[in-house]
């Protein structure tokens, strides 16, 4: 079985540019959620989603938002990027996400630099 | 929402069993404990995970405490593919707004040759 792809690996955004990423999950999977790994704050919980709908929703702001597609492809949308925003971009997918115990699968994540 | 505390850094021998602790006094009665760790260059990857009793699996053990506070991982012959850093969460089953998965900042497993 195929895992999580995210595409691309890599990315360099200028501040005040947008930029989207891209996760495919396990093939079943129907949930996906989203992670923004720093040195400093770590592995920080950005959203989640279930069939097409943001299911949860972590502490970030607006310009962090998502989508899910009836394949359960998932795409992540940073508008007017901040050089704060650098950082590692995980996703993970899962049968049934929250409500389910099934352990996650992660990507090997988007490396984004904003300069 | 439920935290844990985990050690910075560890260091083992190869070939030697590694203890990693984990402390969640405020856990409640619905969070999971799972672990998972993260190798270089990679996103993290599951290890185990347990609700009350000890847990095994082809990667390692779980030990819980009885009284929920602490768990440890456990693995039995530390092997140089096993440096990466290790997180220990808590996972609640209730979902909704509940759903925080925190990760917090791991312990970094060095294995010597």
């Known amino acids: 079985k195929a895992g999580v792809t995210q595409t691309p690996r890599y990315l360099i955004k200028t501040r005040g540019q947008q930029v989207t990423l891209s996760c495919s999950p396990i093939?079943?999977?129907?949930?996906v959620s989203w992670y923004q790994q720093t040195p400093g704050q770590g592995l920080q919980f950005l959203f989640e989603y279930f069939s097409e709908t943001q299911r949860n929703k972590g502490n970030f702001p607006g310009r962090f938002s998502g989508r899910q597609f009836s394949n359960s492809r998932s795409e992540m949308n940073v508008s007017t990027l901040e050089l704060g925003d650098s950082a590692l971009y995980l996703c993970?997918?899962?049968?049934?996400?929250?409500?389910?115990?099934?352990?996650?699968?992660f990507g090997n994540g988007t490396r984004l630099t904003v300069t | 929402d439920a935290k844990t505390t985990q050690p910075n850094s560890m260091e083992s021998n190869e070939e030697e069993p590694v203890h990693l602790p984990c402390n969640h006094s405020?856990?409640?009665?619905?969070?999971?404990i799972h672990w998972y760790r993260q190798l270089p260059s990679q996103g993290p990857e599951y290890v185990i995970h347990?609700?009350?009793s000890n847990v095994n699996n082809r990667m390692a053990s779980l030990a819980i405490a009885e009284d929920r506070k602490s768990s440890t991982l456990i693995l039995h012959r530390a092997t140089l593919r096993d440096a990466a850093v290790y997180y220990c969460?808590?996972?609640?089953?209730?979902?909704?707004?509940?759903?925080?998965?925190?990760f917090g900042k791991g312990t970094l497993l060095t294995v010597n040759p």
């Open positions: 993970a997918s899962s049968p049934l996400g929250t409500v389910d115990n099934s352990p996650l699968h």
């Open positions: 405020t856990i409640s009665g619905t969070d999971y």
């Open positions: 093939s079943g999977h129907r949930s």
């Open positions: 347990g609700l009350t």
């Open positions: 969460i808590l996972r609640d089953l209730r979902g909704g707004s509940n759903y925080k998965l925190t």
